[in-house]
T-cell receptor
C-alpha cells in the first residue's frame, strides 16, 4: 500500500494516560498535516510540517499535544494526560511541495478516552 | 489566519436534480481550493480542485467555480445519483500552503 498509513486505527485509553499516534506519509511527500475530526464536523487543523520543520501549531491546541517529524518522513502525535474531550478521529494527510496540490488522507486513528 | 465557511450544512435533493454547495474564505492570498467527499467511516477523498488562476473547472457531473473578488467558491453536482450521498468539504490553502476545511455539507440524494 503506497498511500498514507496511520497506526493504530483505534485506541481506547483511560483519562489521564498518554497516547501516541503514528503517520507514514506517501514517500515523496514533504508536506504532512495533522487534523482532528469529531462527528458532524470538518477536519480541524492541528499542525503541519514541511520536511522535518513544524511550520505551525494551532493556537487552539493545548500544551498537552505535541507532534514530531524527526527525519522528515513519518510523524508522531502525542497527547499527554488525555481528557474525555480529546475523543475524536485524528487524521493525517500528506502532499507534495507547498501544499497547493492534492492532500491524501490516511484512514485515521479513532481515539476514545474513557 | 484563514477561515472557511460552508453552506448549507445539510442538503437533500431528488435523484437527477442538481446540488450546489457554497464556501467563502477570508485570506486573499489563498490560491488553491480543493473539494473532498467523505463517505461514512471512510477518509476524505479529493473529487475536484481549482487554483486561483482559473474561474471554473468541470469534471463530468461535477463543476467548481471561483470568484476571487468575492472570495467565494462553489461546488455543483448535476444529475445527482444515490452514490453522491456523502459529506462534502471545501478547503483552501493560505500563502504558506496550510490547508483549512469548512464544516462540511451532508448531501442526501433520495430516489
Amino acid at each position: 500500500d503506497t498511500g498514507v498509513s496511520q497506526d493504530p486505527r483505534h485506541k481506547i485509553t483511560k483519562r489521564g494516560q498518554n497516547v501516541t499516534f503514528r503517520c507514514d506519509p506517501i514517500s515523496e511527500h514533504n508536506r504532512l498535516y495533522w487534523y482532528r475530526q469529531t462527528l458532524g464536523q470538518g477536519p480541524e487543523f492541528l499542525t503541519y510540517f514541511q520536511n522535518e520543520a513544524q511550520l505551525e501549531k494551532s493556537r487552539l491546541l493545548s500544551d498537552r499535544f505535541s507532534a514530531e517529524r524527526p527525519k522528515g518522513s513519518f510523524s508522531t502525535l502525542e497527547i499527554q494526560r488525555t481528557e474525555q474531550g480529546d475523543s475524536a478521529m485524528y487524521l493525517c494527510a500528506s502532499s507534495l511541495q507547498q501544499g497547493n496540490t492534492e492532500a491524501f488522507f490516511g484512514q485515521g486513528t479513532r481515539l476514545t478516552v474513557v | 489566519g484563514e477561515n472557511v465557511e460552508q453552506h448549507p450544512s445539510t442538503l437533500s435533493v431528488q435523484e437527477g436534480d442538481s446540488a450546489v454547495i457554497k464556501c467563502t474564505y477570508s485570506d486573499s492570498a489563498s490560491n488553491y481550493f480543493p473539494w473532498y467527499k467523505q463517505e461514512l467511516g471512510k477518509r476524505p477523498q479529493l473529487i475536484i480542485d481549482i487554483r486561483s488562476n482559473v474561474g471554473e473547472k468541470k469534471d463530468k457531473r461535477i463543476a467548481v467555480t471561483l470568484n476571487k473578488t468575492a472570495k467565494h467558491f462553489s461546488l455543483h453536482i448535476t444529475e445527482t445519483q444515490p452514490e453522491d450521498s456523502a459529506v462534502y468539504f471545501c478547503a483552501s490553502t493560505d500563502s504558506w500552503g496550510k490547508l483549512q476545511f469548512g464544516a462540511g455539507t451532508q448531501v442526501v440524494v433520495t430516489p
